[in-house]
């Protein structure tokens, strides 16, 4: 798998993170490590897949038995809702708070290292060598270690195999075809032919499959250092995008829950959706897409698309920072990735733990995921990662102009261009 770049240390200026957070990081923990290491530790790891219908309590259910090395470690669930995850989470490590372990958009991760708010896990990367694949550079800033890779799942277009199948049409290969393929299934069934986020009220999803269409037109929003955002590959990409979403065979309006449920019940043909995504739906008895009935294959474009990256962190503030790195240890080693593969079956982890046969068996779609990550990139911005989220808000915001008011992408991206050229360099 390539190695991603690690990241550069960039201003936090203007990326919309309280003032307070850089101060009461670099004040270093709230406390001192518990003295007495058979003294009980309350350990406290934050996720919001913990809320995920189905896929959740699996996942929690691998790990919440976990005890540390000295039997003396409880494991409690921290818990937010995707949309909100990121800014409760700066909010409460701005003050000094926050859960002890915690699962990071690459995004937040960039922004909380650069602050100073993780805290630094060189010993525990040195100590696991070799078990550890290039995934992992995700977690490395300036070469310092201050994260590991708990989760890379690729983007593949899915859908009902059954329901394809009476619709009459082939799984599309460009993005012409799935125009055609979206059309020809609402046309047929009487159903909405694709669906995904597609409002700045989504912004940071949005921004993770808005990536496979930049990504998978040939198109990057910088290059050698430069930011490109009105390159005719980003435009080719917006306006594919614009004409598939006001064609009439989206359900313009609904958010990504409302969607995704309306397509586990055979009310929508295709999505582009992630592996994590696509465990959940298929974890859960009540929806009608099966691991064995879903179907994934190779984004519709001609290049590769990108990945999501969920990044394994210990909280700066932690009050419990070596049984935090212990728990770590423990997520990383064989015992550990065993646990949690069943649950991120479709995923990339840290180590090459392979999923098993049987969840192959019952879930044959986790292969093409598997392949597909291999070649994906991330959707940070190369020398701008943490001011990622801000420049992606501003792209985003152009393509939702054109959904909306019927913008020109062309014109709207050049204003964007000017924009963060002049704000970020």
Known sequence: MPSKKPLRLISLIGFGLAATLATSACAGSAGAPQADPAAPVDLSFSNWQWLEAGKGEILWDSVKDYAGPNDNVTLTKVEAPYASYADKLNTEIGAKGGADVLVLQDSQFATLADAGALEPLDDVGDELGAALNGSNDAGLVEDARYGFNWERPGYALI???????????????????????????????????????????????????????????????????????????????????????????????????????????????????????????????????????????????????????????VNANSKNKEAAKDFVRWILSDEGQTAIRPALGASVLATDTPPSAEFLAANPFAEEYLKLAQESTSSLIPGFETDSKAIWREVLSAVEGALVRGDDVKDAFDAVQDKVVNEFG
Not at 204 to 213: I, P, R, V
Not at 216 to 232: C, K, M, R, V, Y
Not at 286 to 313: K, R, Y
């Open 159 to 313: 859908y009902n195999k059954d329901l394809i199948a009476s619709a009459g049409i082939e799984v599309p290969t460009t993005y012409p075809e799935l125009l055609a393929a979206a059309t020809a299934v609402q046309a047929n069934l009487g159903i909405s032919g694709f669906a995904g986020r597609h409002q700045t009220a989504e912004v940071d999803g949005w921004t993770l499959e808005f990536a496979n269409w930049i990504n998978g037109f040939g198109g990057a929003l910088s290059e050698d250092g430069e930011l490109t955002i009105n390159s005719p590959e980003n435009v080719e990409a917006a306006e594919s995008f614009v004409e598939l979403f006001t064609s009439g065979v989206v359900p313009v309006g609904d958010d990504a829950s409302t969607f995704r449920a309306k397509f586990a019940q055979n009310q929508v043909g295709f999505l582009i959706d992630n592996a994590g995504v696509a465990v959940t739906l298929t974890s859960n008895p009540e929806n009608l897409v099966t691991g064995q009935n879903l179907g994934a294959a190779p984004l519709p474009f001609t290049d590769p698309g990108s990945h999501t990256q969920l990044i394994l962190a």
